[in-house]
């Protein structure tokens, strides 16, 4: 299962970046299909490999391999759980922040909208919230919210009203049901790019990705040690802007670097790579959900 799972996007460039030891504690906070860490372990002579992953079925392509522990959380509880594992610092932390091709081409997880399927989009099965119940429940100005800010639609308002006298009938429950709605509402060369589009924001609210990213990157300002490097993976402007203001600020939301009384700027981190690592063209032959990758990486000061 796990050959076909995902395909790692980026596999050598985040070897590269993480500047390996052989008896390093290192992180995976998207485990995945388990393709970057199988080849961290490659490189590992001891040490520890610490993997996250809240969906059950990335479970089960973790290795046999007494140097790795998988936690199935949300990697927002990085720290907490390397607490409880008493590892005060870990040596790197990956974060490949893309759906995996396994959630995509599974019908009925309802990732993709090439496949008839319920709309859940849930990465965590045990969660309550799933895609329906926001098109559903939620209210004109929050709908308006997620599918500006997380789709970045610009007739955000149009779409909205759709789904709103949609739901005066009719419930959504099937992904097909959601089509019925947009069919209308986009040009035919348009249609798949506005899709993707709606499938990403609602996904996002549905796994609450965005504050789980938040979250997980302030947090590796204290786990990571010094000289621990930071490598991140991020498919879409929303997260790769706050990955790029938190390897230059030390902040998320905060694009100016802050200075001392004397004029010294205060980051925890500096920059690896100057612009974002980007997939080959061979890559992008073989791997075409490469294609808007873009690789980050930071060390700890």
Do not use: W
Not at 55 to 71: C, G, K, M, S, T
Not at 229 to 244: A, F, G, N, Q, T
Not at 258 to 266: A, P, R, S
């Amino acid at each position: 299962m796990g050959e076909v799972y995902h395909v790692p996007v980026l596999l050598k460039e985040c070897i590269d970046g993480l500047n390996l030891k052989e008896n390093g504690i290192y992180v995976d906070v998207t485990f995945g299909g388990g393709g970057h860490t199988k080849e961290i372990l490659k490189h590992l002579k001891g040490g520890k490999m610490i993997v996250f992953d809240q969906d059950e079925d990335a479970y089960e392509n973790r290795p046999d391999d007494e140097r790795l522990i998988f936690v199935r959380h949300n990697f927002r509880y990085l720290k907490h759980f390397l607490r409880y594992l008493n590892i005060d610092h870990v040596d790197g932390i990956l974060a490949d922040l893309g759906v995996s091709s396994h959630h995509f081409d599974t019908p009925e997880r309802g990732f993709s909208f090439r496949f008839e399927g319920e709309l859940d989009m849930r990465m965590n099965k045990q969660s309550a919230l799933r895609a329906d119940d926001i098109l559903n429940e939620y209210e004109e100005n929050d709908l308006f919210r997620i599918f500006k800010n997380y789709g970045e639609i610009k007739n955000a308002g149009k779409l909205v009203r759709g789904i709103l006298s949609y739901r005066q009938s009719s419930s959504f429950k099937m992904i097909s049901d959601l089509l019925e709605l947009v069919e209308p509402c986009v040009p035919s060369r348009e249609k798949n790019k506005f899709l993707a589009k709606v499938f990403q924001a609602l996904r996002i609210e549905v796994n609450r990705e965005m504050e789980a990213l938040k979250e997980m990157l302030m947090q590796t300002k204290d786990v990571l040690a010094p000289e621990g490097r930071l490598v991140v993976i991020s498919y879409h402007s929303l997260e790769d802007r706050l990955v790029k203001n938190f390897m230059k600020t030390g902040d998320c939301d905060q694009t100016q670097v802050e200075q001392d009384f004397y004029g010294k700027t205060i980051v925890p981190f500096k920059s690896v790579t100057r612009k974002p690592i980007l997939p080959t063209a061979k890559e992008l032959e073989e791997n075409t959900r490469s294609r808007s990758a873009k690789l980050r990486i930071a060390e700890k000061e």
